[in-house]
């Protein structure tokens, strides 16, 4: 049986999370408030990512190298990473949970640096068309997996490895169309040809390729960032200058990993263009 995530308490810096059967605690430098629940539920944590020294997992007897959670009725690979990444973010979940509401049947998506697939899974789910990009074949793998645990593995989604700018200009000349784009760009990255990306240099012209590839009849385009600094405020700016002229509206917020038992914890920012 698959099972959830769960933000259960954060504080001091970290925070403890169950995902299925396992119980973690990793760093969270938000987290700047005291826990909220007592040190016995802390101790049982089976797993602990470590910054101090060397990156490193410290497990308790639970040695699972790999399992199952479902968020927002998507399943996915749960692999813990040597930086103490998981292989979702779940504070997309808002993002995801969109998708699945908002994407019509057969409509052209287009993911960009779509990591281990949350969207992209959302998205296909919902019955559109899904082109699936990320410069890194592992997590492109990692990505159909995920999709193979949701039974989406005939579904119609295109997985391309590589560099962002260069695929939408290419499709800028093959005057490709979409009707639905979502983009969730580092702060820094490469491709798979070593191409070097900083946001602070790309932004503006990776959202006006994207503005060139969306058809007449968009009806979105979803910008989430986790950056220090590019705010809700920011990513609205920069979003409505480009999609000046389309009409439609552009809202935007706080991405958060949300608890029912203890504070919420901002992981990120997003703005969304949507047109009826």
């Known amino acids: 049986m698959t099972e959830v995530y769960e933000l259960l308490d954060s504080g ?20 700047i408030w005291n826990p909220t629940l007592p ?5 049982k944590a089976d797993w602990i990512f470590s910054r101090e020294g060397k990156n490193q997992w410290l497990q308790s007897d639970k040695k699972l190298s790999q399992w199952e959670v479902e968020i927002e009725g998507l399943r996915f690979l749960i692999s813990p990473t040597s930086f103490g990444h998981l292989g979702i973010f779940p504070e997309h ?21 779509a990591y281990s697939g949350g969207a992209t899974l959302a998205a296909a789910k919902a019955g559109a068309q899904v082109v699936h990009l990320d410069a890194a074949k ?12 949701n039974d989406l593995s005939n579904a119609p989604i295109r997985w391309i490895i590589d560099d962002a700018k260069k695929f939408l200009k290419r499709e800028e000349r093959r005057e490709s169309q979409y009707e639905g784009i979502i983009l969730d760009p580092p702060t820094f990255g490469r491709g798979p040809r070593g191409e070097v990306f900083k946001i602070e240099n790309e932004l503006p012209a990776l959202l006006h390729l994207c503005n060139q590839l969306l058809s007449k009849q968009a009806k979105f385009l979803i910008l989430t960032c986790h950056t220090p600094g590019y705010t809700a405020t920011v990513l609205k700016a920069v979003l409505g200058q480009v999609m000046k002229g389309r009409g439609g509206t552009i809202t935007g917020g706080e991405l958060l990993l949300e608890s029912s038992q203890s504070l919420s914890i901002p992981h990120g920012y997003f703005a969304r263009w949507e047109n009826e």
Do not use: Y
Request: glycine content about 6%; hydrophobic content about 40%; overall charge positive.
């Open 39 to 43: 040190k016995e539920n802390w101790k």
């Open 93 to 113: 979940r808002s993002v995801w949970k969109w998708l699945l509401e908002n994407t019509k049947p057969k409509m052209k998506v287009l993911n960009l640096f």
């Open 12 to 31: 001091h810096g970290k925070k403890l999370e169950r995902l299925g059967p396992v119980t973690l605690i990793r760093p969270c430098a938000q987290a």
């Open 138 to 149: 592992g997590m492109i793998d990692w990505a159909k997996e995920n999709a193979q645990k």
